[in-house]
């Protein structure tokens, strides 16, 4: 069946630095992918998506592109803020309309 | 506008009770479903439900969850009687037909002791 596989967590940075989270997934068809983030103690907020190959996602200075070839949406900011502390969850929309989610990565950053 | 609308936020009941978590999906969404997220499982989706009407629900642990959707409004998700391995954080989503994307409530925390 389709599945998500995300990068081990959780992932620490330093204010400024570059962020990569990386995500690959398996899917008969053409799914829809996307990146949820979920804060402390909130719901999931979708961050970006991407629809078909080669689309780029992007929102709050954080991007992802649907890598058709190498089955992979990995997701990229170039600075990061402690505010962005959270964990993030790659996501694919299967034929049905159900999302599968990664496990779901924790990033920390430290000011 | 509003998002999806969760109640009540947390929950603590003890074993054995009847447990009703209640949401609200965004107005005009035609596509409501049901996650619980644990620290050992992830997010596991429970049922979904189509116009009103349940399309797969095979994510249901057991015969003591049901769900229902009554209207477009408005869902229930009761679990009867509850357990403390039912302690989870409950999640609703709501979709719009033609749109992949969903959007998720705040979520019940429910403790069972």
């Known amino acids: 069946g389709d599945s998500v596989t995300q990068m081990e967590g959780p992932v620490t940075l330093s204010e400024e630095a570059f962020l990569t989270i990386n995500c690959t997934y398996t899917a008969t068809g053409y799914p829809s992918l996307f990146w949820y983030v979920q804060y402390p103690g909130e719901g999931l907020q979708l961050l970006l998506k991407?629809?078909?190959?080669?689309d780029k996602g992007s929102n709050k200075g954080f991007e992802a592109t649907y890598r058709k070839e190498t089955t992979s949406f990995h997701l990229e900011k170039g600075s990061v803020q402690v505010s962005d502390s959270a964990v993030y969850f790659c996501a694919l929309s299967d034929h049905t309309g159900k999302l599968i989610f990664g496990q779901g990565t924790t990033l920390q950053v430290k000011p | 506008d509003a998002g999806v609308i969760q109640s009540p936020r947390h929950e603590v009941t003890e074993m054995g009770q009847e447990v009703t978590l209640r949401c609200k999906p965004i107005s005009g969404h035609d596509y409501l479903f049901w996650y619980r997220q644990t620290m050992m499982r992830g997010l596991e989706l429970l049922i979904y439900f189509n116009n009103n009407v349940p399309i797969d629900d095979s994510g249901m642990p057991e015969d003591r969850f049901s769900a229902k959707m009554p209207n477009a409004s408005f869902s229930t998700l009761k679990i009867q009687p509850s357990e403390p391995r039912d302690s989870a954080v409950y999640f609703c989503?709501?979709?719009?037909?033609?749109?992949?994307?969903?959007?998720f409530g705040p979520g019940t925390r429910l403790t069972v002791t």
């Open positions: 991407a629809t078909k190959a080669d």
């Open positions: 989503a709501s979709r719009l037909r033609g749109l992949p994307q969903q959007y």
